[in-house]
């Protein structure tokens, strides 16, 4: 995974601590496929080679006392300068962090429109603060829960935007009907058998009238989203009211 970057791909620089569980499930079905098709890149950068002193340490305990241990900044800002002049210039760079506003797909999008992203991964009690503001990182987080590293967090955040990258995903059509593409949860698709246990497909499926089948699609996706979650059904009326043919 050390090769240079090919600079015509969207690129994923990773700095963690376990570079080895890179690609994992990236290495997999569409991300994987993509992958080997240079429509990404993924270079993973060792926070442990940028340790200076001899145990090749890179964390500490926390000063002010307090359980676990802290990342150092030395050694994280100098992982954070070498990946900076490798990658393509003004890449955002983010540390996955519980503290950061929640990834959505309208950010997906965005770091999908980019170059790339350099993805910082925290281990143990986090990072020294002073890296944050000292390089103004960009913290996001997968939801309010802790995980132990921030590895899977990436992984999930380069995994959304692999899939809405040009030609990873064969028809473009299953990305613009994804749930929060029209800022709506999906309707519930069916396949075969069609009487499975007793239990029949919605018969508007089976008409062949594509002008009903899209109207009960979308009227499921609205109710859905109504029930399920008021914030979203709040965004995407005030939207279709601004918009009516929404
Ligand atoms: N003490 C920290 C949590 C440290 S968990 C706190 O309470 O905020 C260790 C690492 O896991 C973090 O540095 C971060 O990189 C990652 N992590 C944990 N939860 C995460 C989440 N919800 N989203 C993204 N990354 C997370």
Not at 32 to 53: K, M, P
Request: proline share 7%; glycine share 8%; hydrophobic share 40%.
């Amino acid at each position: 995974m050390n090769v240079e970057a090919d600079n015509t791909s969207w690129t994923a620089w990773v700095l963690t601590l376990f570079p080895e569980m890179f690609p994992g499930s990236l290495g997999l079905s569409l991300a994987g496929r993509a992958l080997e098709n240079d429509i990404w890149n993924l270079e993973t950068v060792d926070i442990r080679d940028f340790a200076s002193d001899k145990h090749r340490s890179v964390d500490a305990t926390p000063f002010g006392g307090g359980p676990g241990m802290v990342m150092r900044p030395d050694v994280l800002g100098a992982a954070i300068e070498a990946t900076r002049q490798r990658a393509a210039p003004d890449m955002p760079l983010i540390y996955l962090s519980p503290r950061g506003p929640r990834l959505d797909q309208a950010r997906v999008r965005e770091l999908a429109a980019g170059d790339g992203a350099i993805l910082l991964c925290g281990r143990f009690e986090g990072i020294d603060e002073r890296v944050i503001e000292a390089y103004e990182i960009e913290e996001v987080s997968l939801g309010d829960f802790v995980l132990s590293g921030g590895e899977l967090a990436a992984m999930a955040l380069i995994d959304a935007t692999v899939r809405i990258l040009p030609g990873v995903v064969g028809d473009p059509q299953s990305l613009a009907d994804d749930s929060f593409e029209q800022g709506l949860l999906e309707f519930p698709q069916y396949t075969r058998p069609q009487d499975w246990q007793g239990r029949e497909v919605p018969e508007v499926l089976m008409s062949g009238h594509h002008g009903h089948i899209a109207e009960w699609r979308k009227a499921q996706a609205e109710d859905l989203t109504r029930k399920r979650r008021p914030d979203l059904w709040d965004l995407y009326k005030a939207a279709k009211s601004r918009m009516p043919q929404l």
